[in-house]
């Protein structure tokens, strides 16, 4: 079973940017798609975007288009979100999970979830 963590969060101004790493152990990665998600107080958990097995295909939730990049290295077994022109409304606290299968559309029903990071934009 593979495990996952999430780091990278923190509290950056309105226009930052931050990097967030979702690191396996346990079972490679290297042959699931990986997706980020975002949970906000208050609100549901939302997509934000997903990533192929062999990175030659990425997807993104329509409120990060354009902002946000993902990326990965199997090599290493980590899956890298890029967040760009960050806004207050990014605040959350971001998950990555790992499935089988296309990477769109992404999967949603995960049997359980990691501590995720937390990323706070100030405005």
């Known amino acids: 079973q593979v495990q996952l963590v999430e780091s990278g969060g923190g509290l950056v101004q309105a226009g930052g940017s931050l990097r967030l790493s979702c690191v396996a152990s346990?079972?490679?990665?290297?042959?699931?798609?990986v997706g980020w998600f975002r949970q906000a107080p208050g609100k549901e958990r939302e997509f934000v975007a997903t990533?192929?097995?062999?990175?030659?295909?990425?997807y993104f939730g329509d409120s990060v288009k354009g902002r946000f990049t993902i990326s990965r290295d199997n090599a290493k077994n980590t899956v890298y979100l890029e967040m760009n022109s960050l806004k207050p409304e990014d605040t959350a606290v971001y998950y990555c999970?790992?499935?089988?299968?296309?990477?769109?559309?992404?999967?949603?029903?995960?049997?359980?979830w990691g501590q995720g990071t937390q990323v706070t934009v100030s405005s």
């Open positions: 346990g079972r490679t990665v290297s042959r699931l798609s």
């Open positions: 990533i192929s097995w062999d990175g030659r295909s990425a």
């Open positions: 999970n790992a499935y089988s299968g296309s990477a769109y559309p992404p999967r949603k029903d995960f049997p359980s």
